[in-house]
C-alpha cells in the first residue's frame, strides 16, 4: 500500500467531510481559514521527505491534517444573512455602507459589433457562479459582506474590448468573506477571461460560450469548470495554491495538459500519459479543435474529466 494513495485519500475524505457537514450546518468554519494554515503546507512537505517508513510518514501526516481540521473548526467567523436572487437586474449599484453586508448588480447592453470582449474578475473570496446566458453582454450581482464592487470598461469607439470587475481600494478580511456572486455572459463574443480567485469557490459551466482563453489564479480555492467545443482553441491557464480541481472538456474536442505540482491528487480519466506533467487525449494531433491546459499546483486535488 503506497503512502502517497493512502494520504491523498484520507485528506479527500476529511475535506469532504467536513464540506457535508458545513452545508448541513453541523459546524462552521470560513474555507479562507486555509489562507493562515500555509506554514502545514511546509510540514507535510517535510515529512513527505523524510527518510522514514510509511507508516511514520502517514502517522505524521495524519497529525497535521487533525491539527488543521481543529484550527479551522476553532477559527473565527461571523454569522452572516443575506439571500440572493440570479434574475437580470437594471444598471444600477446599490450598496449599504451602513451595514456589513453589501449588495451590487450591473449589467452592460450587448452591442453587435463586439465580437471580441475581455473579461477580468477579482473574486477575493465567497461564491462566485457564472449561472446562465443574457441578452445583455454581461450581467453581474454580488451579495454579501465584500464590497462594494466596482466596474469598469474599455471601449474602441462604441465597442466594449475590455470589463473589469473589481474591488479597489477594498480590504477584504479573511474572517468576513461571506459572499456569494453571479454572472452572465452573451453567447456571441468570444471571450477571454481571467479570475483572480483569491480564496473563493469557483462553479462556471462556460460550455455555451466561446472562450478562446480562460486564466485563474487562486490561493486557497474550490474550482469546478466546463468548457465547450464551440471554438478551434482553447488554452488554460491555473495556477493555485491549495485547491480543489474539477475541469470537464468535451470528447469532440483534443486535449493537452501540462501540470506541475508539489503535493497533488490527480485524475486524468481519457489522457494518455506522453512524458512526465504531459498528458494527451487520444488523436490529439488530429483533432479539429484543441483544449490545452496548463496547471500550476502546490497542494491541490486535480480532477479532469472528459463528457
Known sequence: MKYRNVFWGI????????YALRNFD????????????WPLLLILWGVSMLPLKPVAKLLGSLGVLILAVVLMLTYPNRQHNWGFDFSDGDWNINSDKNSTVYSTTFDLPATPAANYVKLELEAAAGRFYLADTTSKLVWFKSDGKIGPYLFDTKKDGDTVNL????????????????????????????????IDAGAASLNMDMSRFKVRKFDLEGGASSVDLRFGALIDTTDIDIEVGVSSIKIYVPKTSGCELRTESVLSGRSFNGFDKIESGLYRTPGFATAAKKIYINSEAAVSDIKIERY
Request: no cysteine; proline share 2%.
Open 11 to 18: 485528506l479527500l475524505l476529511t475535506i469532504g467531510s467536513l
Open 26 to 37: 453541523v459546524i462552521q468554519f470560513e474555507w479562507s481559514a486555509i489562507f493562515s494554515l
Open 163 to 194: 470589463i473589469h470587475i473589481g474591488l479597489d481600494g477594498v480590504t477584504v478580511n479573511s474572517s468576513s468573506s461571506s459572499n456569494e456572486a453571479g454572472l452572465k455572459l452573451n453567447e456571441a463574443p468570444i471571450w477571454d477571461i481571467s
